[in-house]
């Protein structure tokens, strides 16, 4: 069984601040997908990285994946209150395993005005 | 298009009750999946699908059963619910290589 820890699973900041969400495993994934879910509302995908040591950019926000493709991170720069909600990381193996993904534990996000 | 959609938005059930969660889709995509989400737990994945007629054990399938008669719909039984299946309960889709499509969840209580 495939498992990836995430951490931290709380984070509470001020706005402005920066903060980094970790993603690791022991195992190695074909792809590793980041969600934002709100409340109440289904996980909706932010990006997927796909090659090792790859890194994207979405406004303030940066996800890379690791060089082994077992880790990744989501880096958010001068965070916002609109950035508050829950984040997930995914890690998937292709192939006709495709729609199996393997989930983070989540990490809540709390960004204070 | 209305994306994945899921019925019951919400459900209380007794234990030992049945029932059927809705999940269909309308974006024509080959995979869909059910994952459940407790607290502390992100998501696990139950059962999914690689096309109609076509359904596999996910990491916690026990208590649930899936079919796949066509395309666009993938409904999850609870044939008799138990108090550890409290959860909320979200179906997917996808189209590879693209993205997985998440619907709006249900939530599921059992007394």
């Known amino acids: 069984t495939q498992l990836l820890e995430q951490s931290p699973q709380f984070l509470s900041i001020q706005e402005g601040e920066n903060l980094t969400v970790y993603c690791n495993s022991s195992?190695?994934?074909?792809?590793l997908q980041w969600y934002r879910q709100e409340p109440g509302e289904g996980p909706v995908l932010l990006v997927t990285?796909?090659?090792?040591?790859e890194v994207k950019k979405l406004k303030r926000l940066t996800f890379q994946f690791g060089d082994a493709r077992k880790d990744s991170s989501l880096h958010i720069t001068a965070a916002q209150p609109g950035d508050t909600g829950l984040y997930l990381c995914?890690?998937?193996?292709?192939?006709?395993?495709?729609?199996?993904?393997?989930f983070g534990q989540g990490t809540i996000l709390t960004v204070h005005p | 298009n209305a994306g994945v959609t899921q019925t019951p938005k919400f459900q209380v059930l007794k234990t030992g009750q049945s029932m059927t969660l809705q999940c269909a889709q309308d974006?024509?995509?080959?995979?869909m999946s059910w994952y459940r989400q407790d607290p502390g737990m992100g998501l696990r994945l139950i059962h999914y699908?690689?096309?109609?007629?076509?359904?596999d054990q996910g990491e916690v399938p026990n208590g649930y059963n899936v079919s796949r008669s066509t395309t666009e719909d993938f409904p999850l039984r609870l044939l008799s619910a138990a108090p550890s299946q409290t959860s909320v309960y979200f179906c997917?889709?996808?189209?590879?290589?693209?993205?997985?499509?998440f619907g709006p969840g249900t939530r599921l209580t059992v007394l």
């Open positions: 699908s690689v096309g109609a007629g076509i359904t």
């Open positions: 997917a889709s996808t189209l590879p290589p693209g993205p997985e499509f």
């Open positions: 995914a890690g998937g193996d292709g192939g006709t395993s495709y729609g199996k993904l393997t």
């Open positions: 990285v796909v090659t090792g040591g």
């Open positions: 974006m024509n995509h080959e995979y």
């Open positions: 195992s190695v994934f074909s792809s």
